[in-house]
């Protein structure tokens, strides 16, 4: 099983430019969420879809947009991209009823 | 303010040592409470919390959980070079029927041969 998938691994950026991050799962899961993770800020909650069709603001949405494709894609998009983006970003999916997270194998993005 | 704490920030301890790692929350709509293992990549799940004092166990790892106090421990027996790692701790909480996590800053972990 593959799981949870994104690409690409590893992103350079200049500032200014703009990028999606893509996720796609295989799990049949309902709910999809974006996170970064900084140094000694944990995982902060960016954008989460509950359902297809559905998407929701978290904790740290400014600077970022998302898409809910269909049921297993879910992609984030940085249309300007910024120094203070430079992150490693994770997507997860859970099953409704579904015991934590599956998560993806990250995305490590610096913006210069 | 929703927030997950996790104490100590790091710890080095030796092989065969037991270590205790602590997360205290304040959660308004408290559904559950899960431990995640991040080595070098994405977290992976060890435990879900749900109810007070009862522990879960997983080999040399177990956990409990106290919803009056708003805390929970997770201990490893017989520290491994291989547990070395960051553990995090996050929180469930239940708005409107949309689950999210709030996740705490995690527990490095160095265990010394």
């Known amino acids: 099983n593959a799981g949870v998938t994104q690409t690409p691994k590893f992103q350079v950026l200049k500032t200014g430019q703009s990028m999606t991050l893509q996720c796609a799962q295989d799990?049949?899961?309902?709910?999809m969420y974006w996170y970064r993770q900084d140094p000694g800020m944990g995982l902060r909650l960016i954008y989460y879809?509950?359902?297809?069709?559905?998407?929701d603001k978290g904790e740290v949405p400014n600077g970022y947009n998302v898409s809910r494709l269909n049921k297993r894609e879910f992609s984030l998009r940085l249309e300007s991209a910024a120094p203070s983006q430079t992150s490693v970003y994770f997507c997860?999916?859970?099953?409704?009823?579904?015991?934590?997270?599956?998560f993806g194998s990250g995305t490590r993005l610096t913006v210069v | 303010e929703d927030k997950v704490v996790q104490s100590p920030l790091s710890l080095v301890v030796h092989e065969g040592d037991t270590v205790t790692l602590n997360c205290s929350y304040e959660?308004?709509?408290?559904?559950?409470l899960l431990w995640y293992k991040q080595e070098k990549k994405a977290p992976t799940f060890l435990f879900m919390l749900?109810?007070?004092?009862i522990e879960k166990k997983s080999g040399r790892l177990s956990s409990i959980l106290d919803k009056k106090e708003l805390f929970s421990i997770l201990n490893i027996t017989a520290t491994q070079t291989g547990d070395s790692a960051v553990y995090l701790c996050a929180v469930q909480e239940d708005t409107s029927g949309t689950y999210k996590y709030i996740f705490g800053t995690g527990t490095r972990l160095k265990v010394l041969a």
């Open positions: 997860a999916s859970r099953s409704s009823g579904g015991a934590g997270y599956t």
């Open positions: 959660v308004t709509n408290f559904r559950s």
């Open positions: 879809s509950a359902s297809e069709g559905t998407t």
């Open positions: 749900t109810s007070s004092g």
């Open positions: 799990m049949n899961h309902n709910s």
